[in-house]
């Protein structure tokens, strides 16, 4: 337990940190690589790029100091980011190297404007951190380890199937190449895969949900390919996957991991609102649904660009005929003339809960969001305009940082 002392010196950081967070976060991730070159292969340098890792440390550690006293309010965001730790392999001495740089980084940015008992403050208050988080993930460690199929580590899954779902989106069937059993996994988890990558010279990461339901034989994994733009390069591993990897093929998985899942009993109302690749945590978690004897009421809305982009089409339209056409709703925000609605698409332009209110709006129903960080907002207001309490609403964010802000 920290001392009230050390709280305050830590708390009185955080006008510093909100005004140079990110300077210090820059130049932490500048020390990081340089003195510990291998762990570049933990890190999107996709997002080290484009600055989104360093956003989103700056928020992180900003947060902290305002909340030493009582991380309580920053529980789910630390859950999340433990899941994440786990899917990398991320172990007691990389907190160590971790603080260690972060420290440094503190004395070179803000040097001549942090006291040595502010430091030395910081070192506890870290410490206590990373002392909790290293415990919790050993024990998630374990879990991973004795589960159904379980493993801690890399393992490597043979491809056995590629199915292209759209001009964007690639499904990977993956068994364990080891002849073992897949791991039981909740639908809406994801797993790290890790690839060497030709253009870095040395491997990276990536976690993709899983989008089927679970299967004692195989894993499914489905890929969009990121095309980057002026502001961030092409994806690394995601076009390696498209572009290298076929069936035969072996890649390293890491076991599932991830707290977007399930909530209530299996009779609670379930609302699922996507968008692109943001459907494939859905439809595991819809299969696991339907699976049962007596599903619960199920609503399924998801929007995409146009029908060249719309993954899944076949089996959206499936689900119409055993769900019924108002709990599943396709909306098309540009549809091309051979869009044909009602055909391949509900709704053509963007998502608009408002107008479908009657069908979204169940009485304490969950509803679980995916897609980009500003469709998840833009629906998340929605639903808090219609009513939904805010405890309700669930969301899945790809990448780094946190999808309401």
Request: proline share 7%; with cysteine; charged share 20%.
């Amino acid at each position: 337990m920290l001392s009230p002392s050390i709280c305050d010196q830590v708390r009185r950081t955080a006008p510093l940190l909100q005004a140079e967070g990110q300077a210090l976060t820059r130049a932490f991730y500048a020390r990081l690589f340089r003195f510990h070159p291998a762990l570049r292969e933990m890190f999107n340098q996709g997002h080290q790029h484009d600055g989104e890792q360093s956003r989103a440390l700056a928020g992180a550690v900003t947060a902290y100091a305002l909340h030493v006293d009582d991380p309580t309010p920053l529980r789910p965001y630390l859950a999340r980011i433990m899941h994440k730790h786990v899917s990398l392999g991320v172990r007691a001495e990389h907190y160590d190297l971790v603080g260690q740089e972060l420290l440094a980084a503190m004395d070179e940015v803000f040097a001549g404007r942090l006291d040595a008992a502010t430091r030395d403050a910081w070192a506890a208050a870290y410490g206590q951190l990373a002392t909790l988080m290293i415990e919790e993930e050993a024990a998630m460690y374990r879990a991973s380890a004795v589960g159904e199929g379980g493993w801690t580590g890399w393992r490597s899954f043979r491809v056995t199937g590629r199915h292209c779902e759209s001009e964007q989106i690639v499904s990977f069937e993956l068994a364990p190449a080891d002849g073992g059993r897949a791991p039981d996994f909740l639908p809406g988890q994801y797993v790290s895969v890790r690839v060497q990558v030709p253009a870095l010279g040395f491997s990276q990461v990536r976690q993709y949900s899983l989008s089927a339901a679970p299967d004692p034989r195989t894993l499914r994994i489905s890929v969009k390919r990121e095309i980057g733009g002026e502001a961030a390069p092409d994806g690394h591993v995601s076009n390696v996957l498209h572009d290298s990897v076929f069936p035969g093929d072996l890649l390293e998985l890491s076991p599932p991991a991830g707290e977007f899942v399930l909530r209530g009993t299996g009779h609670t109302p379930v609302v699922l609102i996507s968008a692109g690749v943001g459907a494939t945590p859905l439809l595991s978690m819809l299969a696991r649904l339907l699976e049962q004897p007596s599903p619960p009421p199920i609503r399924f809305l998801h929007a995409c660009r146009n029908g060249t982009l719309h993954a899944w089409k076949q089996p959206m339209r499936d689900l119409v005929q055993r769900m019924g056409p108002s709990s599943v709703r396709v909306y098309y925000e540009r549809p091309e003339p051979g869009d044909v609605i009602g055909r391949d698409h509900d709704h053509a332009g963007r998502m608009d809960l408002a107008a479908v209110r009657e069908d979204v709006v169940l009485p304490d129903a969950d509803y679980y969001l995916c897609g980009p960080k500003g469709f998840m907002r833009e629906q998340a207001g929605a639903l808090r305009a219609l009513g939904v309490s805010a405890d309700r609403i669930h969301a899945e964010v790809f990448g780094s940082g946190d999808w309401q802000t």
